[in-house]
């Protein structure tokens, strides 16, 4: 089979019923020169039945043989097996927009970036509360920007490297391993657009120990049936920001300030932030992996690697 243009990684964990509405999105893409490959954390449901039940070549399964407990294993495995000029990461409970990959593809190459990232609506308790991450121009380390919007150069991870694991960092992987490309100089852009929809499985309690996963399923329909579902969800977005922008305006010059101290002396301002409210390296992660219905990073030998 020819090297498709692009390689999508989702990493997954014993979440079959949320991954059918992600790869469906995938599926429902404009640009259908891909490949998907889903990497499964040591998986023990059907996730491989749901994988092979859409019947389609250009989405693989690989299933890891131990559990790493997060997303850097899977994830550097799946770039490893990855064959096309440019990869994407998708996660397991998010979903794209048709236009995403046409978007992104487009603006790469407009910009001659390494790396180009749209922006992400995030539902947090209900489809009333969206949020919205990313931004345009330049990436900044203050930014959030979740993996599943960007897409970049395959050179690009060769010259990063891998993702580390979050038992080695106080930040969530994906931030760390952006964070590096960054202090490397690369080409990072952010383009203003809303291309990801995700459900935020880390405040919603037991959401990886319940098998049902109704806001997903709900938000899934919507986005396919509804045309302007996303110019509702942005409507909602903008108000609770500019609400809570009028809030806080002089709190947010001295954190602006505090951030750039840190940068300076190559410092992830947000490392900070998890050192002192979690405690540990990992301890992020772990409280995510809490609200979630799962217990704490297996940690080697019950040491602190």
């Known amino acids: ?97 048709p236009e995403h990959l046409d978007v992104c593809l487009a603006a790469i190459e407009e910009h001659a970036a390494d790396l180009v ?22 990436y900044g380390p203050w930014m959030h920007v979740p993996a599943s919007s960007w897409l970049f150069r395959r050179e690009l991870f060769d010259a990063v490297g891998p993702w580390r694991s979050a038992r080695e960092l106080f930040l969530a992987p994906s931030h760390e391993w952006i964070f590096r490309a960054w202090k490397q100089r690369r080409k990072l852009i952010g383009i203003p657009r809303a291309t990801v929809v995700a459900v935020s499985s880390g405040l919603r309690k037991n959401s990886y120990a319940q098998r049902d996963a109704p806001d997903n399923a709900r938000i899934a329909r919507e986005l396919h049936d509804d045309p302007h579902f996303v110019e509702r969800a942005l409507a909602i977005a903008a108000a609770r920001e500019l609400a809570r922008n009028q809030r806080r305006p002089v709190t947010g010059l001295a954190l602006s300030l505090v951030k750039r101290v840190l940068l300076a002396a190559g410092i992830h301002p947000y490392s900070i932030v998890h050192a002192l409210r979690h405690g540990r390296r990992g301890g992020f992660i772990d409280r995510l992996r809490g609200t979630r219905g799962l217990s704490p990073l297996p940690r080697r030998g019950d040491s602190n690697a």
Request: hydrophobic share 40%.
């Open 1 to 97: 089979m020819p090297a498709p243009t692009v390689s999508i990684v989702t990493a997954t964990y014993n979440r079959s019923g949320v991954l059918r509405h992600t790869i469906e999105s995938v599926l429902a893409s404009r640009f259908t020169d891909f490949e998907l490959l889903v990497i499964g954390d040591a998986c023990t449901d059907d996730t491989e039945d749901v994988v092979r039940s859409f019947g389609d070549a250009r989405v693989q399964f690989v299933n890891l043989a131990m559990n790493a407990g997060e997303q850097s294993a899977p994830n550097n495995e799946g770039v490893r097996r990855a064959r096309g000029r440019y990869v994407a990461f998708l996660n397991h409970d998010d979903l794209w927009t």
């Open 117 to 138: 990232f749209t922006m992400e609506l995030v539902s947090y308790f209900s489809s009333d509360r969206w949020h919205l991450t990313g931004g345009a121009g330049a």
